[in-house]
């Protein structure tokens, strides 16, 4: 279970004079229970899937100063459910059974599928609204890279990540991935 914690400060507008405008307090929490699996056919090959909810506990809290006496409360704005689907598969090009030195070289190529169950939430209030606009998207990106595993105790992972498809919903052109993990412990 994944559980999200608001980190970030209210959205806050103001007028040219200082005059609050709207406030979105950032009062959400997320929980995100998820199912993973592996299935393994041979010592080399494997292929992993992700299967992720993503439900908002309770709204954020918008204020606005729609009739202009001072910020009223005007609603509460809830994100949409989400659904992440993710599948990926991987292939030991390399695996040394020594400790030393490069152990093993991993490609792997994934995609991912983020699903929107549902719309978000819009608040209206004299001239105001405030919300998403863009109703529901879906985004889906691949990833493709390769992870070198050294000592059998370090990983070092660069992976491109780019949109599959079009339109409103692309977030971005494209991207480069570089991870390290290192695991502790006997």
Known sequence: MGIVLPTASDITAKFADGTPLMNISNDAVRLQPFLGGMFTPSERLFV???????????????RLNAAGNGLQRAGTITDGTNLFVDAGVGYWLYKSQGTRGVTGIIPTVEIHQNIALGGSDVVNAGPFTVG???????????????????????????????????????????????????????
């Not at 992993?48 to 918008?62: I, K, R, S, Y």
């Not at 863009?134 to 059998?152: C, K, L, W, Y």
């Open 132 to 186: 998403n606009f863009a109703g529901r998207s879906s985004v889906t990106n691949v990833v493709a890279g390769s992870t070198i595993e050294f000592n059998q105790r370090s990983h070092l992972t660069a992976a491109y990540v780019g949109p599959i498809g079009g339109g409103s919903a692309r977030a971005f052109d494209g991207g480069v991935q570089l991870m390290f993990n290192h695991f502790f412990g006997p």
């Open 48 to 62: 992993h899937g992700f299967l992720q909810c993503d439900v908002e506990t309770a709204g954020n809290t918008v």
